[in-house]
């Protein structure tokens, strides 16, 4: 019994120490405001669900409207390749950094489910007077751009899915409660915060890319960008904590009425080609256009290759 009691408490020592001991770390809540980081004339914030959005919205506004949402570690300068493309190709190309990411507001009150998401995307298509448009997302954007389909059909003219993270799971819900605990959020942005350097963010970008060698100092520094805001890692938290809400299953992919393009890099390994391969087969109205020797992000590494997709859809 005397053992018993003395592990107990040997127990609850070390878990008081546990959750004092982040408190005693120091940690960064610094940052260059947003606004000072704006590089492109056409730059601007907004207000949606009481945060500030950085969008950008380039080209004739009676052209047809396309709209790039970006992924994970993504922002407005994911686009960096395909833009120019787009408006030659004659079309208005609106591209916004979500929350969280780029240079739009980083705070863990916002709800980052999906579901929201794309609501926020709605939101955006209104205050920019666009009644519908081509979306295109990527990655975890792959995700919004899906349930934007879903909840506003209406605002979905056509649907490109690039390398989309939907639908292939995410952490178990008990994690979202789990990051929301005190101790567990502090110690989630010491390590954070540890954990994302310079060094360690270029390695996280070529690990996205089949061969890494085309990146240049340039596009180094378009990623981290948004790790010199403000609250950068409180909002990766909260993207944890709310990732796993309202994940989209295979039942809500094949109610997707708008005709698809699914884009896909032969060899990326964060979401393979086989897991396009099974949205092809879940989306109703789909077809799939893998580009070789590219990895996730085959708009950057094979720009001139997913240009010419993304426009020939577009202009079908």
Do not use: C
Not at 106 to 112: D, E, H, L, S, V
């Amino acid at each position: 019994m005397k053992t018993l009691r003395r592990l107990l408490i040997a127990f609850i020592i070390i878990l008081g120490a546990a959750s004092a001991l982040p408190f005693a770390i120091p940690i960064n809540e610094g940052g260059i405001d947003p606004a000072q980081l704006i590089t492109d004339p056409d730059g601007a914030f907004l207000t949606l669900q009481d945060v500030r959005v950085y969008y950008e919205d380039k080209g004739d506004r009676g052209e047809p409207p396309v709209v790039l949402i970006h992924g994970l570690f993504g922002s407005t300068l994911t686009w960096r390749y395909n833009v120019d493309a787009l408006l030659e190709a004659g079309y208005r190309v609106i591209t916004f950094d979500r929350p969280g990411f780029g240079l739009s507001d980083k705070t863990g009150a916002f709800n980052y489910a999906i579901s929201n998401q794309a609501d926020l995307t709605a939101a955006l298509l209104d205050a920019l007077a666009v009644d519908s448009a081509v979306i295109v997302g990527h990655s975890a954007g792959g995700s919004v751009a899906a349930s934007l389909a879903l909840r506003h059909p209406d605002r979905v003219d056509r649907l490109v899915l690039v390398d989309a993270a939907v639908a292939f799971g995410g952490p178990p819900a008990f994690v979202g409660g789990l990051v929301a605990l005190p101790p567990v959020w502090r110690w989630g942005r010491v390590g954070l915060q540890a954990y994302f350097t310079r060094e360690n963010v270029e390695a996280t970008l070529r690990g996205f890319q089949a061969d890494p060698a085309f990146l240049t100092e340039a596009d180094y520094d378009a990623y981290w960008r948004a790790f010199q805001t403000p609250g950068w890692d409180i909002a990766l938290l909260a993207i944890t904590r709310d990732l796993a809400v309202d994940a989209l299953d295979d039942a809500a992919l094949r109610r997707i009425t708008a005709r698809t393009l699914l884009i896909w890099g032969a060899e990326d390994t964060l979401t393979p080609l086989a897991q396009g391969e099974r949205l092809a087969g879940l989306l109703p109205d789909s077809q799939l256009v893998v580009i070789p020797n590219a990895g996730h992000q085959p708009f950057e590494e094979a720009p001139q290759a997913f240009n010419q997709v993304l426009i020939a859809f577009l202009n079908e």
